[in-house]
Structures are given as C-alpha cells and as structure tokens.
C-alpha cells in the first residue's frame, strides 16, 4: 500500500513572486495608458468646449448682422482661457454675400490650438 500526500491548497512562494514580477512589468505600462487617456480626454472636453464657443459666437454675431464689422475680437467671459476673433470678407462668388469666420484659440500645457467656423451672411447690397 502506498501514501499519499493529502492536498495543500494555498499559494507557494514561488507563485506569489511570480506574480509580483508580472504585476511589476505591467504597471508602467497600464499607467502610461492611463496618463495618455486622460490627456487626451482633456485635450477632446477643450475642442468641444472651443467648437461650442465658436458656434455660439458665430450665431451672436449673424443675428448682430448691422453691426459685423470687418475684424472683431474679444474673450469669452464664461470661458476663461479662450479667446475669439471674427473676420468678414466679401465671398467673391456672389456680391450680395459675405465670408463670416470665427476663430476661437487657447491654450493647454503651453501649447496653442484653435477651432475654425464659417458662414455665409447677406450684406444687403
């Protein structure tokens, strides 16, 4: 008749730095991921807040109508860090229409970006 050894459940020594060595090869990694996602969250939450101001601004300034003058610029009260500028030009396609552009710019970690938007308006000529 032979013995047998009766079962040892647990976790051998060899196995829990075996996964210590696992864990430690993959946290730089899952943490630059995480950094590099959250950048790029920020970066997506600013040109979404840039394009909602910009289209805001577009709309303000279409309805001003009488009042578009041919450069304009200013800051965003609700929206520290962004700035504005509109610019209306002749669209060479028909002379009773105008260009209308609004460029919104800010910046993030000392790096400049802006968010472009146009429309056409009737100048009444």
């Known amino acids: 008749m032979t013995r047998r050894r009766p079962m040892r459940s647990g976790v051998t020594l060899i196995e829990t730095l ?3 060595a696992v864990l430690a ?4 990694v899952l ?4 950094l590099v996602s959250m950048d790029a969250a920020g970066q997506s939450r600013d040109q ?3 394009a909602s101001l910009a289209a805001n601004r577009l709309s ?3 309805v001003e109508g009488e009042s ?17 500028q509109a610019e209306l030009a002749a669209w060479p396609e028909n002379p009773r229409l105008s260009q209308l552009d609004v460029t919104v710019s800010w910046e993030r970690r000392g790096q400049s970006y802006t968010m ?5 308006v009737a100048t009444g000529e």
């Open 31 to 34: 943490g630059r991921a995480w």
């Open 116 to 120: 472009h938007m146009s429309t056409l």
């Open 60 to 62: 303000e300034l279409v």
């Open 68 to 84: 578009l003058t041919v450069r304009q610029n200013g800051k965003f009260e609700d929206a520290p860090g962004y700035e504005w």
């Open 25 to 28: 090869a993959v946290a730089p």
């Open 18 to 20: 075996a996964a210590l």
């Open 48 to 50: 979404l807040r840039a």
